[in-house]
Structures are given as C-alpha cells and as structure tokens.
C-alpha cells in the first residue's frame, strides 16, 4: 500500500506490479481512485485541450511515498498517469523509477471472485486524514450497488476521508479485490459522514477496465507487457483515449 500527494489531495494506492522487461528495466504500476488525482487531469484537460490529455502522460504532480516490508517509509518517487476513468473512479500510475518494489498486491481472479459473498471477511487498507497507510477490518456487506451506471460494492470497515483509493483485501487469502471509492454520508443541517457504510469498486469492474485498457498483463501471466503495449499501440491509433488511458466519461 502506497501514500499518494497530489497539490489538492491525499488518498492511499496499491502496487500491482513491479517487474523487470526484456532489458531488466523496472516497471512499476500502481492502482487508485481517480477522484484522489482528477484535479491534476480536469487542470491539464482545460489548460491543453483534450487531444493533448488523451495522447500523452502527465509528469511529476503525483508523489507516491512507498513502505518496505517492515512499514518503514522509502525516499518519496515521482509517478505519471497512464490511465484514469472518471465514472469507474478507476485510475493506474507508473511510479518513476527503476527499481523493484517486493510487495505487490495480487488480483483476485475472475472465478475467485465468485465465491465472494456477503459477510466476507475484508482488510481495508488507506491513508486516513493524511496518515500512512493503516488497515481497518469488516466485512463486504454489499454487492449489488450501482452508481452512475457502475458497479460498487459497501463493506463495514470503518473509512474516512483519506481511504480513498487504498486497496481493499481478503482477509483469509490477502488476495486485491478492490479500491475504496467513497464513504456515505449522511446530511440534515450538515453533512455528516459515515464510515461504516463504504463503497468500493468491484474486481470485475477493475479487470473490466484492465482488460478495455490492455493491461491484462498487471494480472494475469498468460499476457506479456510487450503484448499488452503493441495492442494497446495499435488501438491507439484509432481511438486516441486508449492512447492515453484517460476517459473523463
């Protein structure tokens, strides 16, 4: 699990991958809520225009702060945007730097994922209010939420601002299933949170977008990076947001 600073916000990440290619340079990705960065995309689309946004990477306005395996903080690293999805609340950062992070997540599958019922066991994992990364425990409560035509699923594990796009956890296998999204929030004269009652996005929604974006490889080892980036290439060529990964749907 990952700190993620942008100049407007804080929120919490999840390292998927981190593998070396064919000329053992290091590639880095990095799983988030795209609310925790949407300003940095929504500035640059109205600053450049949205054929610039959709056809390149965003440098150096997210600094990820990452943890060895005893929690101990690393040096801060610098990371790019390489695919956001406003609607799915989904978006995937490559961290700057050419070294191999050890602790990865691992996605849960497709046919796991069907064992998943309500009264789950689950680690949520977050930055809360800006802290580092610090697990909170419940279960999945929920599995049929639906916002904005998107598939969401609620767990009772206490949340708060901050959990935004941390990563959420079996708690019998440890196995990725998803990222915090939102809390709920209750409002009369003010608003007033309400952490017991939070939303994440589904596994299938997340391999969903991997697979539309071709990062089918941060998965699953039958798809190689070299694959996934001359497929994603050639689509590119004819729809420019998979050129990007960015859609502001």
């Known amino acids: ?12 990440g999840t390292i998927v991958y981190s593998r070396p290619d064919r000329d053992n340079n290091y590639h880095t990705y990095v799983l988030t809520a795209y609310h925790v960065i949407y300003e940095i995309i929504e500035s640059k689309d109205k600053a450049a225009g949205p054929d610039i946004i959709g056809a390149g990477k965003i440098l150096s306005e997210i600094t990820i702060k990452v943890y060895d395996e005893k929690g101990e903080e690393m040096v801060p690293y610098q990371a790019e ?12 950062l490559k ?16 046919g796991k994922m069907q064992m998943i019922n309500i009264f789950s066991p689950v680690y949520v994992m977050g930055c809360p209010l ?24 609620m767990t009772n594990a206490p949340t708060i601002f901050g959990n935004s796009g941390g990563g959420v956890f079996l708690g019998e296998t440890g196995e990725f299933i ?10 009369n004269f003010i608003a007033i949170p309400v952490p017991h009652l939070s939303l994440i996005i589904s596994p299938d929604s ?5 697979d539309e974006q071709f990062y ?15 497929m994603r290439e050639e689509a590119g060529k004819s729809n420019p947001s998979l050129a990007g990964g960015l859609n502001n749907k």
């Open 1 to 12: 699990s990952v700190w993620i600073k942008t100049n407007d916000s804080v929120g919490g």
């Open 216 to 230: 089918q490889f941060l998965y699953d080892e039958n798809y190689t990076k070299e694959w996934c980036d001359a």
């Open 130 to 153: 800006g802290y580092d990364p610090l697990p909170t425990y419940g279960e999945v409560t929920s599995l049929k939420r639906e916002m904005n035509g998107e598939k969401f699923w």
């Open 206 to 210: 997340i391999l969903d977008w991997l």
């Open 95 to 110: 961290i700057k730097s050419n070294r191999p992070f050890p602790a990865q997540a691992r996605l849960v599958t497709r």
């Open 178 to 187: 998803g990222v915090s999204s939102m809390i709920s929030v209750y409002t």
């Open 81 to 92: 945007i390489v695919g956001a999805h406003k609607s799915k609340d989904l978006a995937l």
